[in-house]
């Protein structure tokens, strides 16, 4: 009999049910608000954290060369992630880049820093987006993280009267900047080797200079497709379900 080895797939977290319902409640409500307001997504800053090291390895994709048939297989030495890195916070809409900022050594993105962020993050909307700002019609996206979801920081939006959407646990796949904006960073960073920190920040920030404004909108965009699959995905499995249960009824 004929195998095929095949990797698994990784999954950040199992979904309880009432994860999952909250889960295709949020993608209704997100499609039916853009069917309904054809500038939504023009409306939505949104961001996240994450970190970029001194050393990033190269995919065996990006590692592939073109040899002759006789030419031995290319060898590239194993290397694991650099424990030298810096942690990058960055929000963002279909137009660009709004704050950046890069954590300081020794830090951590608590709840007290986080407010601090979206406290920065406003001052930056009111300066480069200031149209927003007058309007106030523009909604916050963040994801989860207990820094993000904790009181003061809530308070302190809501004190600003800011809206921020609903964002289903465990859903990176529903995040711009997770699906988006960091994978397109982190491709370019792999296989570069930095000699400091400061160098990271700088590469990093040369990078998202050069991501086109199209392509922000087309990242912010793409939440309406996978909330889409989303919704598709979660239909396919209940008609399964009765199917089987058609079939060996208990």
């Known amino acids: 009999m004929r195998k095929r080895k095949i990797c698994s797939r990784f999954i950040p977290h199992f979904l309880t049910p009432e994860q999952k319902d909250r889960r295709i409640a949020v993608c209704r ?9 054809p500038d939504f997504f023009k409306k939505i800053v949104t961001g996240d954290e994450t970190w970029c ?7 065996k994709r990006q590692s592939a ?3 002759r048939e006789t030419s031995p297989r290319p060898k590239n030495l194993r290397f694991q992630k650099s424990r030298v890195k810096t942690m990058l916070a960055i929000f963002f809409d279909c137009q660009g880049v709004i704050h950046e900022e890069y954590v300081p050594e020794g830090e951590t993105i608590n709840a007290v820093y986080y407010k601090g962020v979206t406290e920065r993050l406003l001052n930056r909307i009111r300066r480069v987006r200031p149209g927003m700002c007058e309007s106030g019609d523009w909604f ?6 207990l820094s993000h ?6 308070q302190f939006l809501a004190q600003r009267k800011e809206t921020v959407l609903d964002h289903p646990p465990y859903s990176p796949d529903l995040a711009p900047a997770d699906y988006f904006l960091f994978p397109k960073v982190k491709s370019h ?7 400091s920190i400061s160098d990271i920040q700088k590469a990093v920030t040369i990078t998202l200079n050069t991501i086109a404004k199209g392509d922000f909108y087309k990242g912010i965009q793409k939440l309406y497709d996978r909330a889409n699959l989303c919704l598709h995905l979660e239909v396919i499995v209940i008609v399964i379900v009765i199917y089987l249960l058609s079939i060996n009824p208990i």
């Open 29 to 37: 409500d997100l499609i039916a608000t853009a069917d309904s307001d």
């Open 53 to 59: 090291c001194v050393y990033n390895p190269t995919t």
């Open 65 to 67: 060369a073109w040899v």
């Open 140 to 145: 916050l996206l963040h994801d989860n993280a």
């Open 149 to 154: 979801n904790a009181t003061i920081v809530k």
């Open 189 to 195: 960073l792999k296989g570069s080797l930095f000699d």
